[in-house]
């Protein structure tokens, strides 16, 4: 029988690419030790402190296709049986010394820092950019100390070779849709001129303007497209005026350089669109006081 290869080990415990053991001793003189099983395989691939609630929040794994966010105190006995739910093997006669061997992992377990947004970012070890990965600087050696937190729908559903051919066949040539792919390309590139103070401005804005139907949403999206999901969605970079001025705020708030639509602003609830089409242009949302009075840091 082949020896399985021990992944992590503490005192009489192991994680094995199986699942988790436990050796228990022999009862008396000249007998055997043997194994329990406590679980499937659970292991830590990092763990970082939730700056909203400043509670700690650790990636799992079953060291194959299944990977969650949860609070760390899903590593009590009463919580840990929930993971059975999204996949997990846990045996619940032995929860509790799972939990305790769980948290000696987690321990050992360097503690990342979590950055918020999208597209060129400021941490305190260099620059970055945040889009369906992050992409790190030559100033950040150490990058895997570094999460990036991103709420909106970057992972690319093609290829670049596939979007570079339907440039050559739908785009270039037509001055048009080649100025609307220039406009998705300079948000990133605004940020990063902003970045390194070569520009004033955060961001910019253009206006699409002609009659109904005549493909003015179509270029948009195709602008959006060199980013992320250009279709409609909750996280995806094509929304509607149709929300309050919060919702939109709050929806690019964070962003520092990732192409969005809003489209249709005849569907706005809302008067003030030029109020907040000055917010967008200068980056910083409206100033607004908590209920002592003080001013809240605006979203940017």
């Not at 739910?85 to 321990?107: A, P, W």
């Not at 309050?244 to 962003?255: C, D, F, I, P, Q």
């Amino acid at each position: 029988m082949l020896m399985e290869k021990i992944l992590y080990q503490t005192d009489e415990f192991k994680l094995k690419p199986s699942g988790w053991y436990k050796t228990i001793p022999p009862k008396k003189d000249g007998g055997t030790e043997f194994e329990i099983m406590l679980s499937g395989p659970i292991a830590f691939t990092d763990r970082f402190i939730d700056p909203a609630t400043r509670k700690e929040k650790v990636f799992l794994s079953d060291l194959n296709n299944i990977e969650l966010v949860e609070k760390a105190s899903i590593l009590t006995a009463l919580q840990l049986p929930s993971l059975i739910e999204y996949g997990f093997t846990i045996n619940e006669k032995h929860i509790r010394d799972l939990g305790f061997v769980l948290q000696q992992m987690r321990s050992t377990t360097p503690l990342s820092t979590i950055y918020s947004g999208v597209g060129m970012l400021h941490t305190l070890l260099g620059p970055l950019i945040s889009l369906d990965q992050p992409y790190f600087s030559n100033e950040i050696t150490n990058s895997t100390s570094i999460i990036c937190d991103n709420k909106y729908d970057l992972i690319p559903k093609g290829n670049l070779s596939e979007w570079l051919q339907m440039y050559k066949e739908e785009v270039h040539g037509n001055l048009s849709l080649e100025l609307d792919v220039l406009f998705g390309v300079s948000s990133l590139v605004t940020a990063f001129l902003k970045y390194h103070n070569n520009v004033e401005f955060s961001g910019t804005i253009f206006s699409f303007t002609g009659q109904s139907s005549t493909g003015k949403s179509t270029a948009a999206m195709l602008a959006a497209s060199v980013a992320g999901n250009p279709t409609k969605g909750t996280e995806n970079l094509f929304r509607s005026w149709n929300a309050t001025r919060n919702a939109l705020e709050g929806y690019l708030s964070g962003n520092y350089g990732v192409p969005i639509v809003l489209d249709e602003l005849s569907a706005a609830t809302f008067h003030d669109t030029t109020g907040l089409l000055y917010s967008f242009a200068e980056g910083q949302g409206r100033q607004r006081a908590n209920i002592n009075g003080d001013v809240k840091t605006p979203k940017n």
